[in-house]
């Protein structure tokens, strides 16, 4: 609905000359009950009072009839009488518009469009039932009289002289009566092309006329006489004749007289000429399948085309059943009529606004985000917000309460769809989710209620977003309450936020808890006493309180005839009133101003326009000596462009002191929030429970009334929030709100709600149990606390134990043949370094520290060194022992002799020595956190500054150990009861295949495996030594002492 402002309306008249007027009639209109007051400036408005419109069907054969509106509409008349208390409480207000009288001229537009257009019609163009279109006509060619013959007009034309009164007419070249020459007559007599008076075209042709003709017929006449009859003529080369007068001497006047030799073939034939008769005489011959003659007499038949055959007569070709609409039929014909019809009315409605286009217009409903387009709508104006600030505002409630699944029912048109629009780029990339999205179409509005009422029923969403109507709505909560839904949460947009619910058990579970955007309410100072006031007998050419007084009191007032009183409101069938009712305690529509919306809305518009209009009226210089009057405007000539332009400048506080103002079309956003909260008694009622300023949303959590039976906040989610410790993984083809929870991977946390992905915890820091902490990763090395270090220990001490326990043994039993006879001074020696080599092993197990990470290594190569050295001296003794029995050779044994021995040994190990050294003072190894391991440990080792000095110390190890193997291997087969090389060689190759293996194992272990793999390898090579080399021996020695003699020694 709109109102329009209108300057008052001033006739004028427009003089052409050569204007020929036309008059038109207004289109029937359908009511002439309205509001009105007259003043200096109008005001018009259109408001939906009867709201019931009436449907015919239109066959557009003849003129449309709509029929008029019912439904009385109590607060659509309080709407209406919002803009006269508005317009009186201004005309009353003597700072504003002073001397300028505001009227009003308020008109129902039955909600129908054509009553609607005829409506604003009137409130633009007045209420003239008919007007006057001039369209100019040409002047006349010719003055005077036509004369009667062409001489006549031919003179006429001589004689004419159309510049014969112009100021600059030479009189020379104007022709008289008394001066004619026949040439110039003759010029003349060429052009004649005259109308006598009965009509008839005459002209020359060179010397000829057209040739025309009469055609005679000699009758007989009752009385035997003859008479020439007319009957036609020639009119050059048409030929019109009336063969219904013509006399045949057949004796019949109806047929004509019939002289041939044969028949005239009828079409679908073809004549076929006698042979040796004339021409005249022939035979009618059928034309075969797919030919025609359409033709009396034809000579031939034609073959029709390829898309087309003849018909069964074969005169005509027809086309093979092609179809198509076509302007000859009917349903064409109304097509195109309808059409016509539409780009007529198009047309002059185009033309009317126009005209008035920049008559500013205002509205109190109408929310169409469209309508803030300045090009397209420049004088266009509203009261009511943009439904964009009402779609932003929704998806605020949506984030705000944390609603990440809903589901929408919205309206299939511009206000559904652009109000969804703008709902959807607000909560875009903020982790909502529409479920489903169902339209509802007016033209299948029932189908389509039911149908998202089936999709409600079975959506896990719990919140549903509904920009309908509140007609429709009521009929969705219908469907709803027949298919026992509940649990589910509505949020209303402003259509339906405030509209009455009937007080049903069913809908009243449905409505209460529904959460809506409504227009701001307000209050109007002294509105409730004028509408209270009201009565027929003070308003007596009011027919709409005349009409209200009788729905709400079932009776009729009654007045004194007079002229001003409208003959409608003279006939009832209603009992008269007594005169005594009053308003004063009637509780309807019309008098509740308890939530004064649109109201409102009206009461702004009406001072918007008044405090333009006052701008506009307003000459702060009206009363200064220098002031031209030419510069402000009167009320009496105000133009629609200057008021415009006063309105886009409005800035005005309301007498309450609300500031307003527009922005373009638009007014700052202001709307109230409001629940619907179900009462003691189960009445419903309506609570405000905060309001949105532009961009800020003010809610009091606490007044809301939810519809689960609870006060928490009702959670409407596609999957329950990841808890800390897990993340989001969105499932395959579903919307992001759809996901499942993945617990986080070691060394991985979240710690906070609906994470979307997992943080690696930093290097020195691993993941708690839960993973939602990151906590200090603990030091882990080859302890002797733990099982590993204590089996590694317990080996360790047993080998120094066991190692100790054969020295004794063998210091005891030094001077038997058994320890002495391979260099007993070696076999102690060899024992000792067994015993560092076991005890080496325990620097690796423990903390890590500077000193321990070099001197094990160190340690572990000198005492492998020392154990190998003896023990490739003891095969190289072997060797020697027996090479001095060969004859020539008894001097190598006394070379090699103890001192040498005990060299070899020196050297071997001094070599150990200073490759120690060297890499313990270039580039020792130092205690390091090894964080590439996964876990929540992190290993403390000694790492290996040198692979190249590492590598150098176990390479020479093996060089010696590979050494003992080959020198063992040769002497292994030397003749002796007890030859020791054999144990060196077993003992060697155990050795060897312990180190062997131990490359790739210490390579490949991690963290504190590291240590342990090499003490493995020193103790197990160790224990082989000691094993293979002492237990033979320590057996004969403690268990057959008898075959510990020189002389079983010496056996062979």
Not at 123 to 131: A, K, Q, V, W
Not at 434 to 449: A, G, N, P, Y
Not at 1000 to 1018: L, R
Request: glycine share 6%; charged share 15%; hydrophobic share 40%.
């Amino acid at each position: 609905m709109v109102l329009l402002i209108l300057p008052t309306v001033l006739s004028r008249q427009i003089g052409l000359e050569g204007v020929q007027a036309t008059v038109c009639s207004r289109w029937e209109t359908h009511t002439k009950k309205g509001l009105f007051q007259d003043g200096d400036a109008i005001i018009g408005g259109l408001f939906n009072l009867y709201y019931k419109p009436s449907f015919a069907e239109q066959d557009f054969t003849k003129k449309p009839h709509y029929q008029s509106c019912s439904g009385f509409g109590f607060l659509e008349l309080q709407f209406m009488y919002s803009v006269a208390f508005a317009v009186e409480e201004i005309n009353r207000n003597s700072s504003l518009l002073q001397g300028v009288k505001l009227g009003y001229r308020i008109l129902d537009s039955c909600g129908r469009y054509p009553w609607a257009l005829q409506s604003a019609l009137s409130l633009i163009g007045g209420d003239e039932h008919s007007c006057n279109l001039t369209v100019s006509t040409p002047q006349s060619v010719t003055n005077g009289q036509t004369g009667d013959t062409a001489a006549a007009h031919a003179l006429h034309s001589l004689l004419s002289c159309s510049n014969r009164d112009s100021p600059t007419n030479n009189s020379s070249t104007c022709s008289s009566a008394k001066h004619i020459t026949p040439r110039e007559l003759l010029q003349h007599f060429n052009k004649v092309n005259i109308s006598p008076p009965h009509g008839e075209r005459f002209y020359f042709q060179g010397a000829d006329i057209p040739p025309k003709y009469d055609l005679v017929n000699w009758q007989k006449t009752p009385e035997g006489s003859l008479k020439l009859v007319v009957i036609g003529y020639v009119d050059e080369f048409d030929l019109q004749l009336n063969e219904t007068v013509i006399q045949w001497n057949t004796g019949s006047n109806n047929e004509v007289p019939v002289s041939v030799c044969s028949q005239s073939c009828p079409p679908g034939t073809r004549k076929a000429n006698r042979k040796g008769e004339p021409v005249c005489c022939f035979d009618c011959i059928p034309c075969g399948e797919g030919e025609i003659s359409n033709i009396t007499g034809s000579l031939h038949c034609q073959r029709c085309p390829s898309e087309f055959w003849s018909n069964t007569e074969q005169t005509v070709c027809i086309r093979h059943e092609t179809d198509f609409l076509s302007f000859n039929e009917t349903l064409g014909i109304t097509l195109t009529t309808v059409a016509v019809s539409g780009v007529i009315v198009t047309t002059a409605v185009f033309v009317v606004f126009l005209y008035y286009r920049q008559t500013p217009m205002m509205s109190y409903t109408a929310s169409c985000p469209c309508l803030s387009d300045r090009q397209k709508f420049p004088n266009f104006f509203r009261t009511i917000p943009s439904d964009v600030y009402q779609a932003q505002a929704m998806a605020r409630l949506v984030l705000h309460f944390k609603w990440t699944w809903i589901g929408a029912v919205i309206l299939n048109d511009d206000y559904g769809h652009s109000a969804l629009q703008v709902f959807q780029r607000e909560i875009q990339g903020k982790q909502v989710c529409l479920d489903f999205i169902k339209t509802i179409s007016w033209e299948t509005s029932m189908d389509d209620i039911k149908k998202a009422a089936v999709t409600i029923q079975a959506s896990t969403a719990r919140v549903i977003l509904i920009f309908y109507s509140s007609s429709g709505a009521l009929q969705l909560f219908l469907q709803l309450a027949q298919r026992n839904v509940t649990g589910r949460l509505f949020i209303a947009s402003e259509a339906w936020s405030t509209s009455d619910v009937p007080q049903n058990v069913a809908l009243s579970k449905l409505f209460s808890g529904v959460v809506g955007v409504a227009i701001r309410s307000s209050t109007i100072p002294g509105f409730e006493n004028y509408i209270r006031k009201l009565n027929p007998y003070d308003r007596p050419e009011d027919v709409w309180i005349k009409e209200y007084w009788e729905k709400e009191f079932g009776c009729s007032p009654r007045f004194k005839q007079s002229h001003k009183t409208p003959l409608s409101l003279q006939k009832s069938s209603l009992p008269p009133c007594s005169g005594t009712e009053t308003l004063e305690e009637v509780q309807s529509p019309l008098t509740d101003m308890s939530q004064l919306r649109v109201t409102y809305n009206i009461y702004l518009a009406v001072y918007a326009a008044a405090h333009a209009l006052h701008s506009l009226l307003s000459c702060p210089n009206r009363d200064s000596p220098t002031n031209n009057s030419s510069t402000c405007s009167s009320a009496k000539h105000i133009k629609p462009r200057e008021l415009l332009k006063h309105m886009n400048k409005v800035n005005i506080s309301t007498p309450h002191g609300e500031m307003f103002s527009f922005r373009g079309a638009d007014i700052p956003a202001k709307y109230d929030l409001v629940n619907w909260q179900k009462t003691t008694d189960g009445q419903l009622r309506l609570v405000l429970i905060g309001h949105v300023d532009e961009f800020d949303v003010h809610l009091n959590e606490s007044a809301i009334q939810w519809n689960i039976g609870s006060n928490e906040v009702p959670v409407s989610v596609c999957s329950k929030s990841c808890p800390p410790g897990t993340r989001k993984a969105t499932r395959k083809g579903e919307p992001v709100c759809c996901f499942d929870c993945i617990p986080c991977g070691e060394g991985e946390i979240s710690n906070i709600t609906g994470s979307p992905h997992c943080e690696r915890c930093p290097s020195e820091f691993w993941s708690n149990v839960d993973r939602t902490v990151c906590v200090p990763r603990q030091i882990d090395f080859l302890s002797f606390n733990e099982s590993l270090g204590i089996t590694l220990t317990t080996a360790a001490v047993s080998g120094v134990i066991v190692t100790t326990a054969v020295f004794v043994v063998f210091l005891y039993y030094r001077q038997t043949p058994m320890v002495r006879a391979n260099n007993s001074e070696l076999s102690f020696l060899l024992l000792l370094s067994l015993k560092l080599c076991f005890l080496c092993s325990l620097v690796f197990i423990g903390r890590p520290s500077v000193w321990s990470c070099r001197f094990q290594q160190a340690a572990f190569g000198i005492s492998f060194v020392l154990c190998v050295s003896c023990l490739l001296v003891k095969t190289m003794v072997v060797l020697a022992a027996f090479r001095s029995a060969r004859p020539g050779a008894a001097a190598l044994m006394k070379w090699f002799g103890p001192g040498l021995q005990r060299g070899s040994v020196c050297l071997f190990t001094s070599v150990q020595i200073i490759i120690c050294i060297i890499w313990l003072s270039l580039s020792p190894p130092v205690p390091h956190r090894n964080l590439g391991i996964q876990g929540s440990k992190v290993t403390l080792e000694c790492t290996m500054a040198s692979v190249v000095a590492f590598s150098l110390v176990l390479g020479y190890i093996g060089l010696l150990a590979c050494t003992c193997l080959f020198s063992a291997f040769l002497a292994r087969k030397l003749p002796d009861n007890f030859n020791e090389a054999k144990l060196i060689t077993f003992s060697m190759l155990i050795f060897c295949a312990v180190w062997v293996a131990f490359v790739p194992a210490y390579v490949s272990s991690p963290g504190k495996y590291v240590a342990a793999v090499e003490v493995f390898a020193i103790l197990a090579s160790s224990y082989g030594l000691l094993f293979c080399i002492f237990a033979p021996k320590c057996f004969i020695i403690l268990l057959r002492p008898e075959k510990n003699t020189k002389k079983h020694m010496m056996a062979r």
